[in-house]
């Protein structure tokens, strides 16, 4: 519950001062076991800012709204809203100096320095696993961890950011550090440092917790999706999910599938190819986790310009077993939820040898599908027939919330025109205060 929200909206509705500060004290003290005296004061407190607040004016306090929620454009979602609001975000930050960039629509960011390349990437805890600290920061690690190793690089160190809200227990931030440092300890990666704060301090009441790791690698050899060339095969690794998997199971009342999510599978595949002779020979990487394999498929086609084929034959038998019959029981699309299963890219006479150093670490892989010339796409043979396997508008919907969220859609065409609007907006401001920054830096 945002305090500072709930005043400003009322505030903006005409409703009396009096009656907000009633209201307010009502609902804190819903969440507080706190005298009422101090509930009410802590409630005029919250006006008296807002009304400090009411009304500034310019750069630094206004922004152009896209008049599109985050939900209703499905921004997190892994699907298509989502690919297109971070594709606006590579606009805003533009062309850069680094190696690979974030307009590569990439798993991790790249630059050279020294003859290797250093990787750097973040990943952000599963936001319904708040209740389940040590599960969010386990699943949250393994997946900035996947994001170093299929640039092709060796993971050195990990940082983490917590955010617990203002009534959440102390302890979700030591279970969620030891989530972290498992994974870390067992693949001989550091945590070396962090940040720890309430999420929006004083003003959300609450218990939820949010967060991210990030991890920083080393490599002279980069699998970048760029890299994926025309004649490749596809291959993928088995794949149980992480944090999405998780969450299914545990909110639809299947939590002994959790425990199949709990694994290094992905991360030491990585790790034998890394040392392998056959490495050198590997295009592209990938984890199959951005709306599934429906979405990491057409984000590769995008970035390389290809045209990607994928086999549903092939790909079925590639998704763990606990995990697949409880997709299939709750009529959730596998092929458009995190599998976490390692995609590759590679030529084909190099194939057999990669499938051999995978499956020497105990994993399962084979070939899904193939690379080709053409229009930059990705389908899907159906029984020998191709049909379209574009993303979706989100991801499958995998939770019983999820369901009923992805039933209620605005029309995407219209969203797509604020977000422009608004993403425009941003990049005028960034030129604007970063020409008044310069000139200050001149006359220096």
């Known amino acids: 519950m945002d305090v500072e929200e709930y005043v400003r909206r009322k505030v903006a509705?005409?409703?009396?001062?009096?009656?907000?500060?009633?209201?307010?004290?009502?609902?804190?003290?819903?969440?507080?076991?706190?005298?009422?005296h101090y509930a009410s004061a802590f409630a005029h407190a919250v006006i008296e800012e807002v009304k400090n607040t009411h009304g500034l004016k310019g750069d630094f306090f206004e922004f152009v709204p896209a008049d599109v929620k985050m939900g209703e454009f499905g921004v997190g979602s892994r699907g298509k809203g989502d690919f297109f609001a971070h594709r606006q975000i590579a606009r805003i930050i533009g062309k850069t100096s680094a190696s690979v960039g974030?307009?590569?629509?990439?798993?991790?960011?790249?630059?050279?320095a020294g003859g290797n390349y250093?990787?750097?990437?973040?990943?952000?805890?599963?936001?319904?696993l708040s209740d389940y600290p040590f599960l969010a920061g386990f699943h949250v690690t393994r997946a900035t961890l996947r994001d170093v190793y299929v640039m092709g690089a060796?993971?050195?160190m990990l940082f983490s950011d917590i955010h617990v809200a203002d009534d959440?227990?102390?302890?979700?931030?030591?279970?969620?550090?030891?989530?972290?440092?498992?994974?870390?300890?067992?693949?001989?990666?550091?945590?070396?440092?962090?940040?720890?704060?309430?999420?929006?301090?004083?003003?959300?009441?609450?218990?939820?917790?949010?967060?991210?790791?990030?991890?920083?690698?080393?490599?002279?050899?980069?699998?970048?999706?760029?890299?994926?060339?025309?004649?490749d095969v596809l291959l993928m690794t088995e794949g149980a999910g992480g944090g999405t998997v998780a969450t299914a199971a545990i909110y639809s009342g299947f939590p002994e599938v959790v425990e199949q999510t709990i694994n290094l599978n992905f991360l030491l595949a990585c790790e034998n190819l890394i040392?392998?002779?056959?490495?050198?020979?590997?295009?592209?990487?990938?984890?199959?986790?951005?709306g599934g394999l429906r979405g990491d498929a057409f984000e590769m086609a995008e970035t390389a310009g290809c045209r990607i084929v994928v086999d549903e034959n092939a790909t079925g038998s590639l998704v763990e077993p606990h995990v697949r019959s409880m997709l299939e029981t709750l009529q959730i699309d596998y092929l458009g939820v995190s599998i976490?299963?390692?995609?590759?890219?590679?030529?084909?006479?190099?194939?057999?040898?990669?499938?051999?150093?995978?499956k020497h670490a105990g994993i399962a892989m084979h070939q899904i599908g193939y690379v080709e010339k053409g229009t930059p796409e990705s389908?899907?043979?159906?029984?020998?027939?191709?049909?379209?396997?574009?993303?979706?508008?989100?991801?499958?919907?995998?939770?019983?919330?999820?369901?009923?969220?992805?039933?209620?859609?605005?029309?995407?065409?219209?969203?797509?025109?604020?977000?422009?609007?608004?993403?425009?907006?941003?990049?005028?401001?960034?030129?604007?205060?970063?020409?008044?920054?310069?000139?200050?830096?001149?006359?220096?």
């Open 154 to 156: 060796k993971p050195i």
């Open 168 to 231: 959440g227990d102390v302890a979700k931030i030591f279970d969620y550090t030891a989530g972290i440092t498992t994974v870390g300890e067992a693949m001989d990666v550091p945590l070396v440092t962090g940040s720890t704060l309430r999420i929006g301090g004083d003003m959300v009441l609450g218990t939820r917790l949010t967060g991210c790791v990030g991890a920083v690698g080393i490599t002279k050899h980069l699998t970048a999706r760029k890299a994926t060339q025309p004649g």
């Open 379 to 444: 389908v899907l043979l159906v029984d020998g027939r191709e049909s379209d396997f574009s993303p979706r508008f989100r991801e499958s919907a995998y939770t019983p919330v999820k369901k009923i969220v992805d039933s209620d859609m605005r029309n995407f065409d219209e969203m797509k025109k604020g977000v422009i609007r608004a993403s425009e907006a941003a990049m005028q401001k960034k030129q604007r205060v970063l020409m008044t920054l310069m000139e200050k830096k001149k006359s220096r």
């Open 13 to 36: 509705d005409g409703t009396r001062e009096d009656a907000i500060q009633k209201n307010l004290t009502d609902i804190i003290m819903s969440f507080k076991k706190i005298q009422p």
């Open 340 to 358: 976490d299963a390692l995609l590759v890219a590679a030529p084909p006479d190099q194939a057999e040898e990669i499938c051999r150093v995978v």
């Open 102 to 112: 974030v307009d590569e629509m990439d798993d991790a960011g790249a630059v050279s």
């Open 275 to 290: 040392k392998s002779e056959v490495f050198m020979y590997i295009h592209a990487m990938t984890d199959v986790t951005n």
């Open 118 to 128: 250093i990787i750097c990437t973040v990943d952000g805890m599963h936001s319904r």
